[in-house]
């Protein structure tokens, strides 16, 4: 499931779309928020070019708001179902979830921007 050569494993380890070879980031932590919009400009492995054009990445803002409904929903099947909490719990680990894993729902919103457009390359991969 998270093997080389499926989006998924690109999108969830920031890994290069093209060949899988390197990650996209300068700091693989997103949790080191001074780096964590730092991107390579080219990929070091298959050379290309992640910023396919001037703002390309202002488009993951629209993705970002799905990945944070995702994680908002989570927050709250955990609390209402799991937990069966107060209605004010709730709402507290749904904003608690959405600042904790900000700078995890901004890569990965990066990340599947960029493979809505970049394909893995199967011959450059292998190399
Ligand atoms: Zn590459």
Redesign the pocket.
């Known amino acids: 499931m998270f093997k080389k050569g499926t989006k998924l494993y690109s999108i969830l380890t920031g ?8 990650s996209m980031y300068v700091n693989k932590n997103p949790y080191v928020l001074t780096e964590t919009f730092f991107m390579h400009e080219r ?6 070019k992640y910023k396919i054009e001037p703002s390309f990445f202002f488009g993951a803002m629209y993705v970002s708001y799905g990945v944070g409904i995702a994680f908002a929903m989570a927050a709250f099947v955990i609390t209402y179902f799991f937990l069966e909490t107060s209605l004010n719990v709730i709402f507290g680990s749904i904003i608690g979830t959405l600042v904790v894993f900000f700078p995890v729902i901004l890569r990965i919103s990066r990340n599947i921007w960029i493979n809505l457009f970049i394909h893995y390359d199967k011959s ?1 991969g292998k190399k």
């Not at 890994?15 to 390197?22: I, N, T, V, Y």
């Open positions: 890994a290069c779309p093209k060949c899988h070879g390197d990929c070091r492995v298959c050379g290309t450059i």
